[in-house]
């Protein structure tokens, strides 16, 4: 749902945001229970869509954003 209908919606619900620096391009989902999903944005208006690319434990991500 967050990744689909409220792809460009800010909502409680949905923890994500566009990743900055050299990550920039990259946006991050927060999945419960400790689990991070990267991902972009393809496409156009109105057929934008996501696509992931890793799902990672927290510990993962933050390894991996150090690096990025």
């Not at 920039?24 to 992931?52: C, F, Q, S």
């Amino acid at each position: 749902m967050c990744l689909e209908e409220y792809l460009f919606v800010n909502i409680n619900l949905c923890n994500k945001h566009e990743l900055k620096g050299n990550c920039k391009g990259y946006w991050r989902l927060h999945i419960p229970y400790n689990y991070v999903a990267i991902y972009v944005i393809e496409g156009t208006k109105p057929d934008r869509h996501a696509i992931v690319l890793k799902i990672m434990t927290e510990k993962e991500y933050h390894n991996w954003i150090k690096s990025c």
